[in-house]
């Protein structure tokens, strides 16, 4: 068990819906990072937080947004969903942003778009 | 923009026997950290284990090994006496070290590798 948190486990839903991803990072931990993982695309880095602020954005769609709350669990939200939104998201968290701090992985959220 | 790639779609090995993931990678830094991440059927990625750019040192951890050639640009994961427990997907992932970068922080991973362990 890494710690890390993501709810919920499967969600399926419809195209033009919107839907929101939760995660509670390992405890102790400020950063937070999200991914996507398709088959066509692989692991795809969304987005990283640290402490309530966004720190860096890999290739995250304007539909997609996300944030850190004060309590550290981050919520990633898609909106105008697409069939090819469907895909494993992951999040994961690291003590700090030092790249020699370990990620930590949740068992991601299946997302299926109908 | 750094790139992984990992020229294995599947391989597989016999029970007790060693086998070796291949990976590659593409970076203008001399500065960085290099990863083998497992993803079992149950989906978690789990760090197997962990190479700092600027160690000369193969990292070892148990059964797994790495074979790092800094100059090549390679970074291949070896696991010795294999295990049933050892099949899953792996993922070979790099990150920069260098703060301030666009990179920084993130992981990049490979496309990944099947493993099939065989009894």
């Known amino acids: 068990d890494s710690g890390v948190t993501q709810t919920p486990k499967h969600l399926i839903t419809a195209t033009g819906q919107r839907v929101t991803l939760r995660c509670s990072p390992r405890?102790?931990?400020?950063?937070v990072y999200w991914y996507q993982q398709s088959l066509d695309q692989g692991l795809q880095f969304l987005i990283q937080?640290?402490?309530?602020?966004?720190?860096a954005k890999g290739n995250i769609l304007e539909r997609f947004s996300a944030q850190q709350f004060p309590d550290l669990h981050s919520e990633l939200n898609l909106s105008s969903l697409e069939l090819g939104d469907s895909a494993l998201y992951f999040c994961?968290?690291?003590?700090?942003?030092?790249?020699?701090?370990?990620?930590?992985f949740g068992n991601g959220t299946r997302l299926t778009v109908t | 923009a750094q790139t992984v790639t990992q020229s294995q779609p599947e391989m597989s090995v016999q029970e007790a026997e060693t086998v070796t993931l291949s990976c590659t990678y593409d970076?203008?830094?001399?500065?960085?950290?290099l990863f083998w991440y497992k993803q079992p059927p149950s989906r978690q990625m789990i760090l197997v284990i962990r190479?700092?750019?600027?160690?000369?040192q193969n990292a070892t951890e148990n059964r797994f090994s790495v074979n790092f050639q800094k100059a090549a640009k390679s970074f291949s994961l070896k696991i010795s006496d294999s295990q049933l427990g050892d099949a899953a997907m792996y993922f070979c992932?790099?990150?920069?070290?260098?703060?301030?970068?666009?990179?920084?922080?993130?992981?990049?991973f490979g496309q990944g590798t099947i493993l099939t362990v065989h009894p």
């Open positions: 994961a968290s690291s003590l700090g942003t030092a790249p020699n701090s370990p990620l930590h």
């Open positions: 405890s102790g931990d400020l950063s």
């Open positions: 937080y640290y402490n309530g602020e966004e720190r």
């Open positions: 970076t203008s830094e001399s500065d960085y950290y």
């Open positions: 190479q700092e750019a600027y160690k000369q």
């Open positions: 992932a790099y990150r920069s070290a260098y703060a301030g970068g666009t990179s920084y922080g993130k992981l990049t």
